[in-house]
């Protein structure tokens, strides 16, 4: 009986729930599908993007995209067509286009292309849309909707409302129906449906949708017009207040680099009264090290590449302490007390590391990668992008910041610097070696410029005269925050990459470097140990 009861059940939800497809029906379709593309006619590709697009398999998406790359190829004599990626001298490493499995290595005489024409780009556009609109991906489903709403094709309507009826993401759903109204106000829609639809392209906050709102206003007549004035307004007003906000951010950002250029000469500078004119190339040093490390991991190790930066700040703290060491110990030591000469000595130095690494290394640029952590940009509100590697850059700029001020307040080399950073004499008459926390300190110093180079080496090019552009701002945030004072360089960066950053736009890049050293120069005639003055009976 309870056989014949669960006999009963089973059949009655299989014709309720329809026959079940399994998943190597599916796989069949897709084959079949992607088959179509061996027939080598423009029709016969056409009817296979239609046909794998109707599979909606999470395969399918990738066939496409490989057909949009011209990754799509042919082999010749087997008709199966693959997706191929360079393999070096050996030809193209193949897999199966509808499987993703294993097809060896093809060499190139033996691959041809699925040849594609406008026609086709067109239906491949509308298919890989189509696609991405019914991803399981929410990413993937918002950059589509990003797509729509951009190209505001009316053909993809029909889609998209289809796409909208299914979606359960909140931000998503929004995303696309921004794209729906989008279409709406480049189409034919009555007056009364497009100030509808103002209300939600509005809502978007971007530039993109201040140009299509633009356009609507400059096209229509009566309430039209007026709802979309009302919504350039706004949107004006707001992507106003995003610039302000964008402006502090790209003035932080520039402050952290000054802050990590800086933060080791302010130590020297500070502690020892040197200037040192070679500060710059050390920075540079950090760089080439990064430079070496990823070329190594790129030979030996490239699937941990992601992983080089970690290798690089160790090893270029380590060389630039070494040669700043070796610096202090074979010249500056036989200068103290004689800082013109010390001035001249380190600008040869410095002139000596550019040659060297222009020997080694060769006149131009050398490519440092970024991990792909630090690649792309994070949308804090519409209109707000920030970059990855710029977040990153200030992130590590107040870490070492924070370091730095726990060894110096917290350890007992720390002690010893402060004590013979306020009184020398008295440093030495206690027992403290002033000699050697001269070395240390110009290490520390010169290795902190060492890991800067790290850090620059990911938001500038890496030259031999990568040093050279940040000296002078580094010597002016130094001087304006107050020699040897840590806080005084955090302050002195950020005010002066702010003010830059704010003076750029109305005055250009040149003079407001011009306004900005002005204004330092008559700040420290009124207070000439700048904004943290050192304190102790023997501070100059």
């Known amino acids: 009986m309870r056989f014949l009861i669960c006999l009963i059940a089973a059949v009655f939800l299989t014709t309720a729930a329809g026959p079940v497809r399994p998943a190597s029906a ?28 109707a599979t909606k398999s999470e395969r399918a998406l990738v066939i496409l995209q490989a057909l949009q790359t011209g990754n799509l190829q042919i082999v010749t004599d087997s008709s199966a067509v693959v997706i191929t990626t360079p393999a070096g001298d ?72 289809e796409a909208i009826a299914g979606e359960k993401d909140a931000d998503v759903k929004r995303a696309m129906l921004q794209a729906q109204a989008a279409i709406t106000l480049a189409g034919d829609a009555s007056d009364e449906d497009k100030i509808k639809a103002i209300e939600l392209v509005t809502e978007r906050g971007n530039q993109d949708a201040l140009t299509l709102l633009t356009t609507v206003a400059g096209t229509s007549e009566g ?146 990668g970024a991990p792909s952590w630090m690649s792309g940009t994070v949308e804090i509100t519409a209109g707000l992008p920030f970059t990855l590697g710029r977040i990153w850059i200030v992130v590590f700029a107040m870490a070492v910041f924070a370091v730095l001020t726990v060894v110096i307040k917290k350890t007992s080399f720390g002690l010893q610097m402060r004590a013979v950073t306020q009184n020398r004499r008295m440093a030495n008459s206690v027992g403290i070696r002033s000699n050697w926390v001269d070395a240390m300190t110009f290490g520390l110093g010169s290795g902190v410029a060492g890991i800067a180079g790290v850090a620059l080496s990911q938001i500038s090019n890496v030259s031999p005269n990568l040093g050279q552009s940040f000296i002078i701002d580094s010597f002016l945030v130094v001087v304006f925050g107050g020699v040897g004072n840590l806080w005084g360089t955090l302050v002195g960066a950020l005010t002066l990459g702010v003010a830059n950053k704010f003076l750029e736009p109305m005055a250009g890049a040149v003079l407001a470097k011009i306004f900005i050293l002005i204004a330092v120069i008559l700040f420290i005639q009124r207070k000439p140990r700048g904004l943290f003055a050192q304190r102790g009976r023997a501070v100059e």
């Open 223 to 368: 309430e039209l017009k007026a709802a979309a004035a009302k919504g350039v307004a706004s949107l004006q007003a707001r992507l106003d207040m995003l610039g302000w906000v964008q402006n502090v951010w790209y003035g932080v950002s520039l402050g952290s680099v000054l802050l990590l250029a800086a933060i080791g000469l302010a130590i020297t500078f500070g502690v020892m009264g040197v200037i040192n004119m070679a500060h710059g190339e050390l920075v540079m040093l950090g760089a080439y090290t990064t430079f070496m490390v990823q070329q190594v991991f790129r030979a030996s190790f490239p699937e941990a590449f992601d992983y080089s930066l970690f290798v690089a700040l160790p090893a270029a703290f380590l060389v630039a302490a070494a040669v700043g060491i070796a610096i202090e110990r074979g010249v500056i030591r036989f200068l103290y007390g004689r800082p013109l000469e010390t001035l001249l000595a380190t600008w040869g130095i410095s002139l000596i590391l550019q040659q060297a690494i222009r020997t080694i290394f060769g006149p131009s640029n050398v490519e440092v």
């Open 26 to 53: 599916q796989e069949g379709d897709l084959q079949s599908a992607v088959s179509g593309f061996a027939a080598g006619d423009y029709d016969a590709t056409v009817e296979a993007i239609k046909a794998v697009s």
């Open 90 to 161: 050996e030809g193209f490493k193949a897999t199966d286009a509808a499987t993703g499995a294993d097809a060896g290595t093809v060499a190139t005489d033996a691959i041809e292309e699925v040849r594609i024409n406008n026609r086709v780009r067109r239906e491949l556009a509308s298919a890989i849309g189509t696609l991405t609109l019914f991803s399981k991906s929410d990413s993937l489903r918002m950059q589509a909707a990003d797509s729509v709403f951009t190209s505001r094709d009316p053909e993809m309507a029909e889609l998209l409302g």
